[in-house]
């Protein structure tokens, strides 16, 4: 008797935006998903095609400052809370303009996106290392991981609606170059899930990349490329367990 075949995962994935290497880091995500014989990948960059995205099992995305029209993100939000499962890294939840005296600011042109996404981007302090602490050990996505140092964006984030925190940070200080740059003593989250309907998005702030020529048109040439996390093997166990939580969900088994 042969066996049931497994079955197929439609997956999208969108990169795209600005200020990052996004070739490199779509092609990692890549090289993770075709690991799964099962995973069929559509690739975009921006969420223009809802027909793609309302008939994947989910969806992931690495962006910055990619910022769906009004109807896209209200049929994101549909997906979502219809059962949809999203894995959204790193500037996902971001929107950035560069003012005239050289500031970035955040402005909040998004609210529904935002929402749905649990958090909104704001600022961070200049990078360095600093500790990413385990807030729930005992989760499945976190289980065994233990606190480490990551060389990356600290993410400064409005919150919106639950949260369940599995990763998360202290900062105090200063948001060097943002209009909201001072930030008292607070723990920030850099791993959570947050439900939307019957579905969920699993937010993983880590992950800034840029290479030589990703700051164009403000500079031709970045002097000295950055791979922030993706020098680390616990971001890839990160980004591996993320995956095989929207697979799992996504066959409709538990988690």
């Not at 079955?7 to 070739?23: E, F, M």
């Not at 600290?154 to 740059?181: C, N, P, Q, R």
């Not at 008292?184 to 020529?213: I, Q």
């Not at 164009?216 to 993706?230: D, N, Q, T």
Request: glycine letters at 8%; aromatic letters at 12%; proline letters at 7%.
């Amino acid at each position: 008797m042969s066996e049931t075949p497994a079955k197929r995962l439609n997956v999208v994935l969108v990169a795209g935006g600005k200020y990052h290497d996004i070739d490199f880091a779509r092609l990692e995500i890549l090289k993770l998903l075709a690991q799964d014989d099962r995973v069929r990948v559509r690739v975009f960059e921006d969420y223009s095609n809802l027909a793609a995205i309302r008939a994947a099992d989910f969806l992931v995305s690495y962006t910055c400052d990619v910022i769906p029209r009004l109807d896209e993100q209200e049929a994101l939000r549909a997906w979502l809370e219809g059962g949809g499962r999203w894995y959204a890294l790193h500037g996902t939840n971001s929107i950035l303009r560069f003012l005239s005296d050289g500031r970035v600011d955040s402005p909040r042109w998004a609210p529904h996106f935002m929402e749905t996404l649990g958090s909104m981007f704001i600022a961070h302090p200049p990078i360095a290392p600093y500790t990413v602490s385990v807030a729930d050990p005992d989760h499945p996505l976190v289980k065994g991981i233990e606190p480490f140092q990551a060389d990356d964006e600290l993410y400064l984030s409005e919150i919106y609606g639950k949260l369940h925190v599995l990763l998360d940070t202290e900062f105090e200080g200063e948001a060097t170059g943002f209009v909201d740059h001072t930030w008292p003593r607070a723990r920030h989250p850099v791993f959570y899930l947050h439900p939307v309907g019957e579905g969920e998005v699993l937010y993983l702030t880590l992950g800034h990349c840029r290479g030589h020529y990703d700051m164009h048109p403000m500079m031709a040439f970045y002097p000295v490329p950055e791979k922030g996390s993706w020098a680390l093997p616990v971001f890839y166990e990160l980004l591996n367990r993320g995956l095989e939580w929207a697979k799992t969900r996504s066959a409709g088994a538990a988690a």
